[in-house]
């Protein structure tokens, strides 16, 4: 029985030497066939798996060179008479470039999966998807075992690639790539990382050399955007008479319309998925708003320098004699330009916003930033509303009186005494202030020529209701107080003439 042993372990290791010399002999030719002799011989050694594992290492060397060989030359030489040409030859459309390279690994990944597969294990099925349903129980241990072997030999073949492939990807992220083209390139990266890692695994050499690929591409992106965004931020425009957005804000949604176009058509692999958007949007567009904000701020800031002067100006004028009502007017005139120099800055920052979210509505991916904007926007409109009502109010001289109203109304007693008492809101000085709001109701004044440069006619339209509205709910409150017999007012009908209905009617809502 020794030996017999001893016979057989002689010819073990004489058929490994064989099996390594044939092995060695798949290193000369690119495609080369594995005879079925060869498979016998594997078969017969998976009996010793230290020879077996010897057979093994041989064949991932000699193919880590073949590959190594083949790489190059598909770079600078091309296929069998220059067919297909070089992939250099590319090397100046970085899409294509890598493109090309990624295909090149990927093919070459699969023909050696197939070779490796038939060497290694000639009776498994050749499947490089999901092989859960192809073992029964009892073969799932060889079939984790197979897979083992396999792993490592394709992760020793391809090893020697990741050093020239990385090089070349990085001279095209080094080269200044356009934000659309990175961005490009981060998506490609991106699902060959997935598809590449379903045939070879995660933790191998090609594997990590790809997801670092994708992460310096996606860095190279986002780097690209905070530089974009710093110059905005650095040169921010002049608001224009109009009131128009700035041509950054229309070209930086041409952009992102163009990344949305390019985020919708890439390729998600089957164990993959897309990458969340909502970072993108955030770097390209928040910039975008902070220099719209600063530009506004600018402009406030301007306004207010002029609307003093013009202050002064008016002040040093001859003073004519006037009505009350105009009197009034006069008086309140620089409390409006102080509100006023407002209006023009929250328009901009309307319209810029506008400009933004307009072109995004009906894109998916953006719904939750054109939320975001939709209530950016509200809000700026509520406060332009809110400062614009108070202004009229301001001019009518019932601003500072709005307050008395409030308590008259709220209180359930009649502590105190009548607003007709009162030094604020005695009838002569209601009177005056009464005739003025609705010489402002009546007359040209309540055409609000601040409006017309929403540009957004659905705003535009929006705002002037609820500038109408809260003026209509401002009279009904004096109304109904001037009404209530508790304030003794002596003839509460001819101090307010037009009852809210009509002024509602008047102001058309």
Known sequence: MDMMAMYQEGAYERLCRWVQAECRKLGDTDNPEVSELLKTAVRCLKERPVLFKYCAEEVA???????????????????????????????????????????????AL????????????????????????????????????????????????????????????????????????????????????????????????????????????????????KSRGEKLLRYPPLVAVDLSPPPAVREGVSVLLEIIETYNSMMVPASGKKPAFDPVISALLDPIIQMCEQAAEAHKSKGAGHSSRRGRMSSDSGQLSKSAVDAILSNNNSATFSQNIEAPSKIFLINCLCAIQQPLLGHEVAADYVKKLGMMIDNHVHVFVEKEVDTILRRCGLSMKMHHFYNSLNKDTTVGAPLAELEDTTPASLSECLKAFFGFILGSGSSLPEFEQIQVPKLRSDACIQVARSLADAYELIYNAIMDPKNSYPDPKSLARHPPDQIRTILGI
């Open 110 to 225: 699969a023909s050696e999966r197939e070779l490796v597969l038939a060497l290694l294990d000639p009776d498994a099925l050749i499947d490089t998807g999901s092989a859960a349903n192809r073992f029964s129980k009892n073969l799932e241990n060889d079939f984790g075992k197979i897979e083992a072997d396999l792993t490592f030999v394709l992760d020793r073949i391809f090893e020697g690639v990741c050093r020239p492939f990385k090089v070349r990807v990085e001279q095209v992220l080094q080269s200044q790539p356009s934000l659309i083209i990175s961005y490009k390139l981060s998506n490609m990266l991106e699902f060959y990382c997935y598809t590449i890692s379903d045939l070879l695994g995660r933790e191998t050499a090609l594997c990590n050399t790809l997801w670092a690929l994708k992460d310096a591409a996606q860095k190279t992106f986002f780097e690209i955007l």
């Open 61 to 107: 060397n000699m193919r880590h060179n073949a590959l190594f060989r083949r790489f190059i030359s598909a770079l600078t030489r091309g296929g069998p008479g220059g067919m297909p040409r070089p992939i250099e030859v590319h090397a100046h459309d970085p899409l294509r470039y890598v493109g090309d390279m990624l295909g090149w690994l990927h093919q």
